[in-house]
T-cell receptor
């Protein structure tokens, strides 16, 4: 079974400060990890993904995420937060080589509030 | 990037009626489509997975006779909520994937807000 944990329901950060949204995962095989952002009453927008290679993944809108295999974490980061970054963020995982109809498991989401 | 559309974006229906939601992959062929349900301030709950030309696979606890899913073509899947009740009110999101292999990622539609009165 695979699972994703986002330990923080909400993260508050001042505009211009760096932000981190935490995510840890559990998967039996090799992880295929994602971050998505959701604005109110909208679907999910893809931010970035990790399959293999460099542990630091760069994505859309200046976001990046760091894969840490030993800590089974995939934290989302941004050097300087914008008010427009305020949204709901979801971490997700899939077993990379599970075969068949692989399902993506989502975390519970973290609401990011950037304070002007 | 790949685009997935949903129609309608919002719908209000009376209790006891049925409503159909369409999900289309606009610039790729989706061998697999997923339907999710999202309650306010909660994560996405996978309802079912459908492959083109096959019957959908429903997650445990999801009534297949109530939530009818059809994936008749590689670009279209529909979710029909039959005999809708107020507790079916929710945000429904579809997702599509081009293939089954590891590199393929899911692309999400913008969601459909269903309100049953």
């Amino acid at each position: 079974a695979q699972s994703v944990a986002q330990p923080e329901d909400q993260v508050n950060v001042a505009e211009g400060n760096p932000l981190t949204v935490k995510c840890t995962y559990s998967v039996s095989g090799n992880p295929y990890l994602f971050w998505y952002v959701q604005y109110p009453n909208r679907g999910l927008q893809f931010l970035l993904k990790y399959i293999t290679g460099d542990n630091l993944v760069k994505g859309s809108y200046g976001f990046e995420a760091e894969f840490n295999k030993s800590q089974t974490s995939f934290h989302l980061k941004k050097p300087s937060a914008l008010v427009s970054d305020s949204a709901l963020y979801f971490c997700a995982v899939r077993d990379l080589w599970s075969g068949g109809y692989q399902k993506v498991t989502f975390g519970t989401g973290t609401k990011l509030q950037v304070i002007p | 990037g790949a685009v997935v559309s949903q129609h309608p974006s919002w719908v209000i229906c009376k209790s006891g009626t049925s409503v159909k939601i369409e999900c289309r992959s606009l610039d790729f062929q989706a061998t697999t489509m997923f339907w999710y349900r999202q309650f306010p301030k909660q994560s996405l709950m996978l309802m079912a997975t459908s492959n083109e030309g096959s019957k959908a696979t429903y997650e445990q606890g999801v009534e297949k006779d109530k939530f009818l899913i059809n994936h008749a073509s590689l670009t279209l899947s529909t979710l029909t909520v039959t005999s809708a009740h107020p507790e079916d009110s929710s945000f429904y999101i579809c997702s599509a994937r081009e293939g089954q292999g590891a590199p393929y990622e899911q692309y999400f539609g913008p969601g459909t807000r269903l309100t049953v009165t």
